[in-house]
């Protein structure tokens, strides 16, 4: 992975990492597994963003009791 930008909340649950990447006023969510010794791009998603934008602060990923992820940005 190269040309990523330089802010990202990660979280990782046994070989699972998710991670967000926060840019400007764009944030892409990549799951990656752990195998081999070396990590895997499982998928890659770009979230959508309301058109008036300024800016991304950070992002925050959350899991909940159910196993489902959400992302909170600021």
């Not at 998603?45 to 159910?66: G, Y």
Request: glycine content about 2%; overall charge positive.
């Amino acid at each position: 992975m190269t040309n990523l930008p330089r802010k990202a909340d990660v979280f990782k649950k046994e070989n699972d990492v998710h991670i967000v990447l926060v840019d400007e006023c764009n944030l892409s969510v990549v799951k990656m597994t752990y195998s081999k010794e070396e990590y895997k791009i499982q998928w890659k998603q770009t979230l959508s963003i309301p058109k008036n934008c300024h800016s991304i602060e950070t992002a925050t990923i959350t899991q909940d009791s159910k196993m489902n992820f959400g992302f909170v940005q600021i």
